[in-house]
């Protein structure tokens, strides 16, 4: 018996964590979404149906949740999967790029062959907050000159307006809290 | 135009790092496999040929790596994704276990809702080495008593012998070293 599924369900789905990681913050916690095989299945679909028409070649995807509909998201419209990791992480050359945090700094590094010049790559990402991550990567991702980038979020905290460093780009995100 | 393309060609296309991320480990790096488009639809395609009939409803993966094939192969064939992570990555109630290393040891969690009693379970990560992480992933899984769990790996490294730990299951690795 299969049911009625939309984004709204999923979102309904997604578990609210108050104080995690850390006093103050509430996460999304879509493990809940992702461990329903027919809500997995729909948010794969619903991605490959925004993005298979793109042209798309690669699909760089930020560790460690990013890896899990990005991956999917590959195998389902036939594109590369790369991915973006914390330091030290990636074995050959990498450019790294480092990023503010309320409290210090992170960063990021992709390997220096992971994309080519033609390359039209989908940053995707399960969340987009303060959009510090995803334009560190997509500064990772020019230093490699692909012809084109665009960014995929499962979800988007609409109002810590992270879309804002991002608006050279076409940002898409299923599901707004 | 395409390309003939086998497991031996892939094979081929893992670059071996030398001393990675310790000296005199001869590290498997399968991000020369993965952003090639063809090559990571034809593993994604080879696992669902083996499980897809298998009656698997949640495949459980091993961070970080084996969230990208685990992910996509979850999309393939319509099964739940469940993360299996490091300490505090996890914000719900888990279950924990620590395995040891060469040197201390780790530990990794799964939540404690992620599989219920009926589930066939299909663990997947990319590599099988000493079987450590996976035994530890596997007692996690049997402490939330699914009906079956079977195992599935991209790479093997036959020498370490990862797979005595693991006579119990039905273990496939598509690619041996």
Do not use: W
Not at 87 to 97: C, S, W
Not at 119 to 134: F, N, P, Q, R
Request: net charge negative.
């Amino acid at each position: 018996m299969s049911r009625s599924i939309s984004l709204e369900l999923i979102k309904n789905e997604i578990r609210n964590i108050p104080d995690f990681p850390t006093p103050g913050i509430q996460f999304k916690d879509i493990t809940t979404v992702l461990k329903q095989a027919d809500l997995f299945s729909f948010l794969v679909d619903t991605l490959a149906e925004i993005f298979q028409d793109k042209g798309i070649t690669k699909i760089a995807c930020i560790e460690s949740r990013g890896f899990i509909l990005g991956g999917a998201l590959a195998g389902k419209i036939g594109a590369g999967f790369v991915p973006i990791r914390k330091p030290g992480k990636l074995p050959a050359e990498t450019l790294r790029r480092e990023y503010s945090l309320e409290y210090g700094t992170d960063a990021i590094e992709i390997h220096k062959d992971a994309i080519i010049p033609g390359d039209v790559v989908l940053l995707h990402d399960d969340l987009l907050a303060t959009g510090g991550t995803a334009s560190a990567a997509v500064a990772l991702l020019k230093g490699l000159d692909p012809s084109k980038i665009c960014l995929s979020f499962l979800c988007e905290l609409d109002f810590l307006e992270g879309r804002k460093h991002l608006q050279e780009y076409e940002v898409s995100s299923l599901i707004h809290f």
